[in-house]
């Protein structure tokens, strides 16, 4: 039990990490509070949560055992509305762009890619539905959670009307209910704090 604890904190110490290298290549002016890192983490987790059990649901329907990339990229539309699915995607080929262009071997995935956030995390938590993950639908499932991620971060600084140094979670709040796609998205999600 005692591991256990262990290893989800070392999980979140490390998410928590590349969430404030996101955040710092958006802006340097601002400090985020710890309780802006869990939330902006408990967002991503339920978003991930939806584009992975819908990207599940297509290919149980064409009894296939391989999430490819048509399928995950169908779970993006799916779950992220009208033109941010659009936006979403055309970030998403850019990335896979960069990452067959890459021709380095020492680096990893994710770098190979130009992401921040760890492209082994997403895809862990995609093969947890059971099926096979090509390179290709673990990176295009990162870059869609942190097109969203970045969105977030972006209407969140955008919204902080006094001079203060350090985010919250309400700065995330606001900035959700202001942006229309960003609440279809995550209007559903039971995350304290919203």
Known sequence: MDDNRKKKSRNYERLSRFIKTLFHSINSEHKLSE????????????????????????????????IIYSDIEAAILLTYPASLGDDTLEF???TLEIYNNSTDKERDITEKAGLILKVSRFRSQIKDYGYRVSHEVSIALTAAVEFLCRRIMEASIQN??????????????????????THVILSDCIVQGL
Request: charged share 25%.
């Open 160 to 181: 902080v009307t006094d001079n203060k140094s350090k985010l919250h979670p309400i700065d995330i709040t606001s900035s959700i209910n202001n942006d229309s796609y």
């Open 92 to 94: 998403v080929s850019k």
């Open 35 to 66: 309780e802006y890192i869990e939330l902006i983490e408990e967002l991503l987790s339920c978003v991930t949560k939806k584009i992975c059990s819908q990207a599940a649901i297509l290919v149980k329907n064409k009894s296939a055992t391989t």
